[in-house]
């Protein structure tokens, strides 16, 4: 039997199959929209908030074009990690365990990577809120840094996040209808706004901007694969527990396959509801930005980004605006990092307890799923992401360099849940060929910037060069 063969064949043998439960149906599905509003508010303080009106300020519309489809093809993407845990079960990480090849390579090539975003993530989301604090409060950016992540990571820590996610989600639904409405109050004329629909680069193009953007926008690597723990741990499709082994498909009869293609079409209605709402927001903070940022030369920087970004509804409403959008800025900051360190507790807890069960560890506490979050969440997540704000102390700069690595990471994530879906997955669950081909043009897509990144960080091209 060739390795193709043994990951389409992993079974559970030997117990009792649990059946998939029906979807929801109607109305019950709001619902189960939980995990993709905790996906899309994990990306709204980078991507959307700081990023998008730095980009605007910069170049104005003429990179709307690759904003649009970065979120498009995002959605493909999401959507396959997506039907990858509802189909078998199983997290994205347990999958890639399963690849053929050297005992967990995947696993070290996706944690690996991630270990320094995780830490810059923290860092730089704390940084970003804490200069807001300081225009409110007074203090040190510093000062309230530290204390932005130890209250957030005591929060995540002690089991507290559900309840400040739920408040958190109202508060993004607030925040997306501001920004919209203050756009469509300064919206340009149609003809400067579809010029940016031209794929077109700027003669003055600098990757260290347009990639962590990129990156960021919607999910990054790391949110994507955050996708796949939370809708398990709601419970759709498949993932009704803590499986271990795949689902097996020869024993599922007809009805029981249907109910799968249901709860698929609910994640993939959640999922666009994410995008949507996502999309809305960050074309309205491109408008605001190149409409009212880059006519003043204003860019959100380092420890300026909350007086900055203020300026966007306070030129619209006055004091009034400035103060509400820089409370927007400090409470999409804090409940970002809150969902980053939430996210890549699960994400490590299990990449942990995948690489010692591969070094023959069995049983006692560090293969304990609950005890290895909170070790992660103490250390990783809180004590690192301080030691590195106190070094570098620059939220723009170290969100930049994880925003980098998460676009370049995306095109990995993306050929490796493509490849397990088409052999892990029946032919009826599977991507049919335009869902195929589009996910596999979202990763050239990144894989694309990345690479121009990297010629321009070594020289070879220039910023014009692209």
Same mark, same amino acid.
């Given at each position: ?34 995990? /993709?509003?905790?996906?899309?508010? /994990? ?20 990179? @709307? ?18 039907? %990858? ?63 932005? =992540? ?56 600098? !990757? ?20 796949? !723990?939370? =809708? ?26 249907? +109910?799968?293609?249901?709860? @698929? ?14 999309? @809305?927001?960050?074309? /309205? ?8 940022? +880059? ?24 004091? %009034?605006? %400035? ?6 800025? %400090? ?7 809150? /969902? ?32 290895? +979050?909170?070790? !992660? ?20 700069g170290l969100l930049q360099t994880a925003g980098a690595i998460e676009a370049s990471h995306i095109p990995v994530v993306t050929g490796l849940t493509l490849y397990l879906n088409h052999q892990m997955l029946p032919k009826k669950l599977q991507p049919d060929l335009l869902s195929f081909w589009a996910t596999a043009v979202a990763g050239l897509f990144f894989a694309g910037f990345a690479v121009t990144y990297l010629l321009q960080l070594t020289g070879l091209i220039g910023s014009s060069g692209a």
């Amino acid at each position: 039997m060739n390795s193709d063969q043994k990951i389409r064949t992993t079974t559970l043998i030997d117990q009792p199959q649990v059946p998939v439960p029906p979807p929801p149906q109607g109305r019950d599905w709001l619902k189960w929209l939980g995990p /993709s509003f905790l996906w899309m508010l /994990s990306a709204a303080g980078s991507g959307e908030l700081l990023f998008t009106p730095r980009i605007a300020a910069l170049y104005g519309y003429t990179l @709307l074009w690759a904003l649009l489809a970065a979120v498009v093809l995002k959605w493909f993407i999401n959507r396959e990690v997506g039907r %990858f845990t509802v189909c078998t079960g199983l997290t994205i990480l347990e999958g890639f365990k399963r690849l053929p090849g050297p005992k967990n390579w995947a696993i070290w090539l996706i944690l690996v990577p991630q270990f320094v975003v995780a830490i810059t993530t923290v860092a730089g989301m704390a940084g970003a809120a804490a200069t807001a604090l300081i225009l409110m409060t007074g203090g040190t950016v510093q000062l309230w840094t530290v204390i932005i =992540i130890v209250v957030t990571a005591a929060i995540v820590f002690l089991g507290q996040y559900d309840g400040v996610e739920k408040a958190s989600s109202y508060i993004g639904i607030g925040r997306t209808i501001a920004v919209v409405a203050a756009a469509v109050f300064v919206f340009p004329n149609l003809g400067k706004l579809s010029g940016g629909l031209v794929p077109q680069i700027p003669p003055d193009i600098q !990757y260290e901007e347009i990639l962590p953007w990129l990156g960021f926008m919607l999910a990054g690597a790391a949110g994507i694969m955050w996708y796949s !723990y939370w =809708i398990g741990a709601r419970g759709y499709g498949a993932a009704t527990n803590k499986r271990e082994e795949p689902i097996d498909f020869q024993q599922l009869d007809r009805d029981q396959r249907e +109910r799968l293609q249901g709860w @698929l079409s609910l994640m993939t209605f959640s999922n666009t509801l994410a995008v949507v709402g996502a999309l @809305l927001a960050a074309l /309205s903070f491109l408008i605001l930005g190149a409409e009212l940022l +880059r006519p003043q030369g204003l860019v959100p920087q380092e420890n300026q980004i909350a007086e900055t970004l203020g300026s966007l509804l306070g030129d619209l409403w006055g004091p %009034f605006g %400035f103060w509400f959008m820089v409370a927007i800025v %400090f409470i999409t900051f804090c409940s970002t990092t809150m /969902s980053v360190q939430d996210g890549f507790g699960r994400m490590f807890a299990d990449g942990t307890q995948i690489l010692l069960q591969g070094f023959g560890v069995r049983g006692g506490r560090w293969t304990n799923e609950k005890f290895l +979050r909170k070790f !992660y969440i103490a250390t990783l997540l809180a004590g690192l992401p301080i030691g590195v704000y106190l070094f570098f102390g620059k939220p723009v700069g170290l969100l930049q360099t994880a925003g980098a690595i998460e676009a370049s990471h995306i095109p990995v994530v993306t050929g490796l849940t493509l490849y397990l879906n088409h052999q892990m997955l029946p032919k009826k669950l599977q991507p049919d060929l335009l869902s195929f081909w589009a996910t596999a043009v979202a990763g050239l897509f990144f894989a694309g910037f990345a690479v121009t990144y990297l010629l321009q960080l070594t020289g070879l091209i220039g910023s014009s060069g692209a």
